[in-house]
Nanobody, 117 residues
Framework: QVQLVESGGGLVQPGGSLRLSCAAS????????MGWYRQAPGKQRELVAT???????NYADSAKGRFTISRDNARKMVSLQMNSLKPEDTAVYYC???????????WGQGTQVTVSS
């Protein structure tokens, strides 16, 4: 079983920054493709960024240039550095893990990010 626990969410003003962290309890953590998704009120959950490995990252257009995803396999951690936050970034952010070949998917409980003045 893989457990994912997010932290770092909170209230921030537009233009501010937040760093989200996801702690994973998984054997062979380095084999899991990791990612961050978010779900705003009244909207579908959407991909924010993925990091299948330490050398590959993918970002939603809305996140490019502002967000940075990273992973530390030794610590079994995944982070999302969010800069230049906008009100439209307000959402519950979820950590996601996918096992090799997409056989299993795991989700964290989510952490609230609110961008408001």
């Amino acid at each position: 079983q893989v457990q994912l626990v997010e932290s770092g969410g909170g209230l921030v003003q537009p233009g501010g920054s937040l760093r989200l962290s996801c702690a994973a309890s998984a054997t062979s953590f380095s084999l899991y493709a990791m990612g961050w998704y978010r779900q705003a009120p009244g909207k579908q959950r959407e991909l924010v960024a993925t990091i299948p490995s330490g050398s590959i990252t993918n970002y939603a257009d809305s996140a490019k240039g502002r967000f940075t995803i990273s992973r530390d396999n030794a610590r079994k951690m995944v982070s999302l550095q969010m800069n230049s936050l906008k009100p439209e970034d307000t959402a519950v952010y979820y950590c996601h893990a996918e096992s090799p070949f997409g056989r299993n998917h795991y989700w964290g409980q989510g952490t609230q990010v609110t961008v408001s003045s």
